[in-house]
């Protein structure tokens, strides 16, 4: 996104203890999306068009010799803050952070299949805790970042103490299990492949204790791992993930995926994909998989973007006979 404005600040002493005032700098991005969405048969859409407006501040300056840098994003109508982050660039040793919602850990390769706009699962129905076989034990909200990048890869780890709440200031979230989770990247060079990116990654979430439970429980565990390889104008990707639910009675998660994305020129790209995600059912239920696919189109002038989906979905959540599909269509403006 364009900056819409610059301007220079002055931090003041009191705002950091020790600290003398030093200058800084914040730009302000924003964009517009609108959309026109059509639902499938068995669910009623009622006003199809729907809009989305995001405005982020960012804001960076020297401290002591290390850059320690702030990211606020609102959207919906600006309605509250969606994700905010604060970071500081710590020279060779990495890079710290406390995320509440831009993306940490394992959350930024759960699903690193090529597309031309949303992901094939996007817009269908999910389980209550949003699309399945996505990992993430640590999430993204209330959580420590740390990145440090080295003989040509990349670490990016997050841990979490308690539950993944957006605390303000002064308060606890109550109730929760910690976690942890790291993300692993790197590229071909390391292997003298161009056009080639990889990844893996692991986590682990607490499960809490369930009294008067026959059965063993154990930590929730998620792992993954993918692959891309970009030659020319097509790029392909195939990702393999695995959610071990620890709790009793929960199903287990395997998901597989590939994806392929066209450049046709430098404005126009189409994609198509596929997902499985199969349900390992406990009880001794038969299994259910999975089936999603969708295709996707991108129309780029300048800042603005005009992008279609249409995802499927067979045996949803892991129900039997329970199907979804969603079309969508989206105009967005970056300033």
Do not use: C
């Not at 964009?31 to 639902?39: D, G, I, N, R």
């Not at 603005?304 to 249409?310: E, L, T, Y």
């Amino acid at each position: 996104m364009n900056n819409l404005k610059k301007v220079g600040l002055t931090a003041l002493a009191g705002s950091l203890a020790a600290v003398s005032a030093n200058a800084a700098e914040m730009s302000v991005s924003g964009a517009t999306l609108l959309t026109y969405t059509s639902e499938d048969g068995t669910e009623v859409t009622g006003n199809p068009f729907g809009m989305k407006t995001n405005l982020s501040f960012t804001a960076s300056g020297d401290v002591n010799g290390m850059t320690v840098s702030y990211m606020q994003a609102s959207k919906d109508q600006f309605a509250g803050m969606s994700s905010a982050r604060l970071s500081i660039d710590m020279g060779d040793m990495g890079t710290l952070a406390f995320d509440q919602g831009s993306g940490s850990g394992l959350k930024t390769i759960d699903d690193k299949t090529p597309t031309a706009a949303e992901e094939i699962w996007d817009g269908l129905d999910s389980g209550t805790a949003g699309p399945e076989g996505l990992v993430g034990a640590a999430g993204s909200t209330g959580v420590f970042n740390y990145i440090k990048s080295f003989g040509g890869m990349t670490l990016n780890a997050a841990v979490r103490k308690g539950s993944g709440a957006a605390n303000s200031d002064g308060s606890s979230s109550g109730a929760g299990q910690g976690a942890y989770d790291f993300a692993l990247t790197g590229t071909g060079e390391m292997f003298g492949v161009d056009g080639l990116s990889w990844g893996v990654g692991y986590g682990e979430s607490e499960v809490g204790e369930q009294a008067n439970t026959a059965g063993e429980q154990h930590d929730n565990e998620h792992m993954t791992a993918f692959v891309t390889y970009a030659a020319g104008p097509v790029t392909l990707g195939y990702q393999e993930s695995h959610i071990a639910n620890g709790a009793v009675g929960a199903n287990n998660e395997t998901v597989q995926a590939f994806g392929i994305a066209f450049n046709v020129n430098e404005n126009f790209a189409i994609s198509y994909g596929e997902r499985e995600v199969e349900f390992a059912k406990t009880g001794g239920n038969a299994d259910v998989t999975e089936d999603g696919e969708g295709i996707a189109i991108s129309y780029t002038m300048g800042s603005m973007k005009i992008a279609g989906n249409k995802n499927e979905v067979s045996d949803n959540d892991g129900t039997a006979s329970s199907n979804d599909e969603m079309t969508e269509i989206a105009v967005s403006f970056a300033f």
